[in-house]
């Protein structure tokens, strides 16, 4: 079987296990906190340049934790429709920050200083307040695509102007840099919280960071704390990530030259649609104007090739299918479906409820 799925289905590196060097070097200390980030080399990297780190047990937790702390209860985010705060993450903003998302669309998922200024609420007591801005390089859903720099730079100058807090979420930011040849750490500038996530790509079995200043740490340990986060003894799954981020990033470029190559064999099937130039890292999604992503899906697997439908016609290496409508009493509780959105059964299964109200 050749597995597609995502970049986190790996076999661990024999030296994710053993993590000898790093770990002798960081000490079982590492529990789960970087005091201030080392010059250059190991550090430069763990902290991207910021103050301090965390260590959190999954990115969508590092994630949470820093909306939660740049936040108050009411505060809206402004983010785009498709990352994945926004569709992955349960809404937890929601449950443990108590802040509104609220999704402006950018193109192939990264917004304009234009389109966030036009989200971004008035100061009048009765409008909830704006105070976060998240963003994601590389984009899960623009297939693995890099965040144009000046378009990234000219959004984060705007929120600074207008004083909003950005938190960036770079699951895959190493990805971005080794694709664009620019450190990490300079793809990071001027955000205030980054995450990164250990475990995709870069081979180690669980992990990410979330890095700021040290004041924004001292936070973002109490509030993993209170999301279950706590981790004890955590120092071996911290070597392995130091292995990953001293041994893996560079070879990500291998993984970027193999998503090429597919992106540019899949363009040369009639009927499949894709344009290998947008193909910038490690994810490759791409359409069938004749076969439902499902049903492909399904026969790619019964030809021993994995891969996920990500939409009615769309089919990706590296993504989680998207969120399912209600079933059962629920959903008959909302009467015939609307004209307007009629769509196949395959379609629906697919639609998220942000694309339904188009
Ligand atoms: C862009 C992005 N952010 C955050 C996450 C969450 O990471 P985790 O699965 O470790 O919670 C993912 C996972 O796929 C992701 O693709």
Not at 7 to 15: F, K, L, P
Not at 26 to 53: D, H, M, N, Q
Not at 102 to 114: K, N
Not at 166 to 189: K, Q, W
């Amino acid at each position: 079987m050749i597995d597609l799925r995502s970049d986190t289905r790996h076999a661990s590196h024999a030296g994710h296990e053993e993590g000898d060097g790093p770990r002798r070097r960081w000490g079982t200390t590492f529990t789960g906190r970087i005091p201030r980030s080392p010059p250059g080399g190991e550090g430069g990297r763990v902290c991207l340049g910021k103050e301090a780190g965390l260590f959190v047990p999954t990115g969508s937790m590092g994630n949470e934790v820093a909306v939660a702390v740049h936040t108050r209860p009411g505060d809206e985010v402004i983010l785009e429709a498709d990352c994945h705060i926004m569709n992955y993450e349960l809404g937890t903003m929601a449950a443990f920050a108590g802040a509104m998302p609220c999704p402006v669309r950018g193109d192939r998922g990264f917004p304009t200083a234009g389109q966030v200024e036009v989200a971004i609420r008035p100061p009048i007591y009765y409008c909830s307040r704006s105070t976060l801005l998240c963003l994601e390089n590389t984009q899960q859903h623009a297939g693995g695509g890099i965040y144009p720099r000046d378009r990234f730079r000219a959004v984060v100058d705007l929120a600074r102007r207008r004083g909003l807090k950005v938190h960036l979420d770079g699951a895959r930011i190493f990805n971005a840099s080794v694709a664009s040849g620019v450190p990490a750490a300079e793809l990071a500038e001027g955000a205030d919280s980054v995450m990164f996530c250990l475990s995709k790509g870069l081979g180690a079995p669980v992990g990410s960071m979330l890095v700021g200043t040290r004041a924004f740490i001292e936070e973002a340990v109490a509030m993993r704390k209170r999301m279950g986060g706590g981790m004890r003894q955590v120092g071996i799954l911290a070597a392995a990530g130091l292995f990953a981020l001293e041994m893996m990033v560079e070879r990500l470029a291998e993984d970027h030259a193999n998503a090429r190559v597919l992106a540019d064999r899949l363009a040369e099937i009639p009927g499949i649609e894709i344009d290998p130039a947008t193909v910038e890292t490690n994810i490759v999604i791409f359409r069938s104007a004749r076969v439902p992503a499902g049903s492909l899906a399904e026969r790619l697997k019964a030809a021993g090739v994995l891969c996920l439908a990500i939409s009615a016609d769309r089919v990706a290496d590296g993504h989680p299918p998207r969120r399912q409508p209600r079933t059962g009493p629920q959903s008959r509780r909302r009467g015939p479906p609307d004209r307007r959105l009629r769509r196949s059964r395959e379609e629906k299964r697919f639609l998220t409820p942000f694309e339904r109200l188009r």
